[in-house]
């Protein structure tokens, strides 16, 4: 079986109406799916034309379907998601039903063998699935779950569920009569406001699902920094549909805008080159974080149980100069904190104590964190690390407004693979790995966790760190003079200044 995750898009009929044509054609080539989900459980016929119209891969949305097509089914064929038909046995398959309705027909075909099972695993999309809580009690209850139960016994092949009623980004393993079913949402992630919101979703053959969050306003002219909905429509209004059509209007001509400052014009304007050429454009004269010598700084992340941890049970550690990576992991007693943090220190300390420390968003979390544990259970090095040099290159680029970055968001590994970083596909998130060392330390039992593809994780987001780092470095600046920007805007080199 292939290990390339199968990339799906799930769009609800709310976020597709949201994004205008050329925020829609920019969603899709920015998610790059293999297919397109509307997740809705009601019937949205235009925003399936709409969606279908705008793209070249198939587009999922049974609710439209007539009888005996309630269930449909797609696998990858020669590189491409093409629907199969229910005899066929593909390794990895997509299951999409019309309700948890459908599900006990599903089943029973699986069981007389009308219908055949993926031959690896199956991934069955089901709209209108949802967990109920008991107000009295508060105890949870997979909607349907007896009916997934008896989907999953009939396959024997493992499956994995996406649920159109919970948000992208939830997961939990839920044991249902006995059969354990990983069950991730599909539905809209948590919102901004009024903003609608979707995700692209990276299902990996081993059955985990990783999300990315996305919100309609990250597409179209209102990806660029500086333009607002009255921004977009104002623009639009003067016959700017896209940000192309920004990158080639001279900043004059956009300062003539109703609201568009002279500042704010050449912001979006350099945005706008940033997106379309993919590279970073460093704003200010000011240096990237400084070492202690030649050698670049050393690259940090920690793996913990949560945003408000009671253990750092994974710290990773790449350095750039000699390509070594080093971590430090907790497999065995999640009660003792202190064993891997003592063991980083001694190690870190007599070999690195010299290194400028780098990390991305590390003074709102790793620094912090680090600090609390080091007080509590090695005081003893906590003089030591404070001598440390440490410095957080999101603050430096994004909060600091040193540099324009080419990812929609300004999350690591989003503007990593904008930065063309090709890492190990674990189909991870900072939140399954949290997840996954919260059952360790439930249960007890270390084969609950997937060691190395966590370990894989933790070293992917250093050696991407290191990866925006260098992108950074290597980039040009914008020359803010009129004749410069005027002219349509030009990057300048690091020796024009």
């Known amino acids: 079986m292939s290990e390339e995750p199968l ?16 925020a ?43 009888d005996g097509d309630s269930v449909v089914r797609h696998a990858r064929v020669d590189g491409e998601l093409v629907a199969v038909t229910p005899d066929a046995v593909p390794d990895f398959d997509v299951l999409t039903v019309q309700s948890s309705a459908v599900l006990d027909d599903l089943a029973a075909a699986v069981e007389t063998g009308e219908r055949r099972p993926a031959g690896e695993r199956t991934l069955l999309v089901v709209p ?79 059955g985990s699902v990783a999300a990315t969050p996305m919100r309609t306003s990250q597409f179209g002219l209102r990806a660029l ?27 004059r001509d ?17 945005h706008a080159e940033v997106l379309a050429t993919g590279d970073p454009l460093r704003l200010t004269n000011e240096t990237l974080p400084v070492t202690r010598d030649d050698r670049p700084p050393v690259c940090l992340d920690i793996e913990t149980d949560g945003l408000s941890p009671t253990i750092i049970w994974q710290i990773g550690v790449y350095d750039p100069h000699d390509d070594s990576y080093q971590s430090f992991v907790e497999r065995e007693n999640p009660d003792d904190p202190g064993t891997i943090i003592e063991a980083f ?84 998130s900072g939140a399954q790995t949290a997840a996954a060392y919260q059952r360790f330390m439930r249960t007890g039992d270390p084969s609950t966790v997937a060691w190395e593809r966590h370990e ?10 290191w990866h925006v780092y260098a992108a950074i470095r290597d980039a040009g600046r914008r020359a803010t003079t009129d004749a410069a920007t005027d002219s349509g805007g030009t990057q300048a080199g690091l020796g024009d200044f």
């Open 254 to 270: 956009l300062v003539d805008v109703s609201g568009v400052s002279r500042a704010n014009a050449e912001r979006m304007h350099a």
């Open 456 to 465: 894989r994780y933790c070293e992917d987001d250093c050696r991407a760190l």
């Open 128 to 206: 209108g699935l949802g967990v109920e809580t008991d107000a009295t009690s508060l105890a949870a209850t997979l909607t349907a779950g007896e009916e997934l139960a008896r989907v999953q016994r009939a396959a024997e092949t493992p499956m994995t569920v996406l649920a159109g009623d919970l948000p992208a980004g939830y997961h939990h393993d839920w044991t249902l009569e006995e059969t354990t079913v990983p069950v991730y949402g599909c539905g809209p992630p948590p919102g901004h406001g009024e903003t609608p919101t979707f995700a692209a979703l990276r299902c990996v053959p081993a």
């Open 7 to 22: 990339k799906l898009l799930s769009l609800s009929a709310r976020a597709a109406r949201a994004l205008d044509g050329s």
């Open 225 to 251: 920094a500086g333009i607002g909905a009255t921004t977009a429509t104002r623009l639009r209004d003067r016959g700017l549909e896209s940000r192309t059509d920004v990158r080639e209007t001279p900043v």
């Open 24 to 66: 829609l054609a920019d969603a899709v080539a920015y998610a790059d799916p293999d297919g397109v989900w509307l997740p809705d459980s009601t019937p949205e016929a235009r925003a399936y034309a709409t969606v279908r119209d705008a793209v070249s891969v198939p587009v999922v949305h049974p609710q439209l379907g007539r």
């Open 345 to 428: 220190l001694d190690w870190f300390l007599a070999t690195h104590a010299d290194r400028t420390v780098l990390t991305w968003n590390g003074y709102r979390f790793d620094y912090p964190e680090l600090e609390r544990f080091i007080e509590k259970y090695a005081p003893h090095y906590a003089e030591a690390w404070d001598d440390v040099w440490t410095y957080d290159l999101y603050k430096w680029a994004v909060r600091d407004e040193n540099a324009l970055l080419p990812g929609r968001t300004n999350k690591l590994d989003d503007v990593a693979a904008a930065l063309s970083f090709e890492g190990a596909d674990t189909g991870l």
